[in-house]
């Protein structure tokens, strides 16, 4: 039933883990386990939300919100039964956000020794946080042509990054503080930097 109910879960406006999306008045002791053997399986990956942008990020995870990809972006696709030629064809369709989140996901997962984490309280959300060495990178993920995050310009703002990645449709360039990344160059993402 979780796994079942990951496309839904990444439909809703802020993605994190509800188990009363998977069971109606269902509990996190309910599917802890099930969940636990998914990712320890690689069959989905989580996505802590941290208390804290800063490093190590680690220890400022919320263990009790999270969000859950699934490892193969081709399988999600197949799950929301999203057809080709809508990707193909460049229609808009509502889960492009969450495929594009779910295929930067997959790319930047390898590269970078301490897994993606997310920001998000009441008033802002970061789509990913990353750790390199000890810099903290935010990331913004596109899929469609829209570019404005309010939330990712005031963090950039108050806490003047290093590095802020955006990935994109868009070429390679710098926007002021934010460097936008297209998606086919984000297994490169590293290289980059």
Not at 25 to 34: D, H, V
Not at 47 to 52: E, Q
Request: proline share 5%.
């Amino acid at each position: 039933m979780v796994f079942r109910s990951i496309v839904a879960q990444l439909a809703k406006p802020n993605e994190k883990f509800m188990c009363g999306v998977v069971r109606e008045g269902g509990r996190a002791r309910n599917f802890e386990e099930a969940i636990e053997w998914l990712v320890s399986a690689g069959m989905l990956n989580r996505v802590y939300n941290v208390a804290k942008v800063e490093h190590p990020l680690p220890a400022f995870d919320k263990l009790d919100q999270f969000k859950l990809f699934v490892f193969d972006t081709g399988l999600l696709k197949h799950l929301a039964g999203i057809d080709n030629r809508a990707i193909l064809l460049k229609t808009d369709y509502q889960f492009k956000g969450p495929l594009t989140e779910n295929f930067c996901l997959q790319q930047l997962r390898g590269q970078f020794q301490v897994g993606l984490r997310y920001f998000s309280d009441k008033n802002n959300e970061i789509d990913f946080v990353l750790q390199h060495g000890t810099e903290i990178i935010p990331i913004e993920v596109k899929g469609g042509e829209d570019k404005s995050a309010p939330s990712f310009k005031k963090y950039i703002a108050k806490h003047h990054p290093k590095h802020a990645l955006r990935f994109s449709k868009r070429g390679y360039r710098k926007d002021g503080d934010i460097i936008n990344i297209p998606l086919y160059l984000a297994p490169k993402t590293k290289e980059l930097l």
